[in-house]
């Protein structure tokens, strides 16, 4: 059981490194958010790359964001059958639901995002406007990025369920603690 609480821990502190790169990606925004209303309403200037990147640092929030929620239980799923439930029959949920949904998906969005990520590298797409960003590749490239740490994330949920069925863990002791991350 030691090495599933290892692999757990490792997990967990992967999705944790998503959700702050996400947090870092957050406070950028509001900073670039920002910049643009002072520029634009302060002294007439508009930039669209500035612009861009807004919806670019959004991305990675979202994007990044996806596998710290799901780690630490802030997800979305239909609580009608699951909240209060046993211990047994949420770790089972979890473990179904990371293998046999969250897992595949991940793996699909993965595989089918590196290419959508090359064929937009190998064409050197970038924006339409002109000063706007190049490089459309990079925001593309992190759908495949993020969805791998989904699957990450994924592992490291049906860890924890397999180590609450085990009676070494417990979704309760993790209430108002940041989640199992």
Not at 35 to 40: C, E, M, P, S
Not at 79 to 88: C, I, K, L, N, Q
Request: glycine share 12%; net charge negative; aromatic share 16%.
């Amino acid at each position: 059981m030691r090495w599933l609480i290892a692999v757990d821990n490792g997990l967990g502190a992967l999705s944790k490194a998503c959700g702050w790169v996400a947090s870092v990606a957050f406070t950028l925004m509001v900073l670039n958010v920002f910049y643009d209303v002072l520029a634009r309403y302060a002294f007439n200037e508009v930039s669209i790359g500035m612009q861009e990147m807004e919806w670019h640092l959004y991305a990675v929030v979202f994007l990044m964001g996806i596998p710290y929620a799901m780690r630490t239980d802030g997800h979305v799923r239909v609580d009608v059958f699951y909240a209060g439930r046993s211990e047994t029959f949420k770790a089972w949920v979890n473990l179904i639901g990371a293998l046999f949904f969250a897992l595949p998906i991940a793996g699909l969005i993965t595989w089918m995002g590196w290419d959508y990520m090359l064929e937009s590298y190998q064409m050197g797409e970038g924006s339409g406007d002109p000063g706007g960003l190049p490089y459309r590749f990079i925001i593309k490239g992190l759908i495949s990025f993020s969805t791998f740490f989904l699957a990450v994330a994924s592992l490291g949920m049906a860890t924890f369920a397999l180590r609450v069925l085990g009676k070494d863990a417990s979704y309760e002791d993790q209430v108002g603690a940041g989640g199992l991350a």
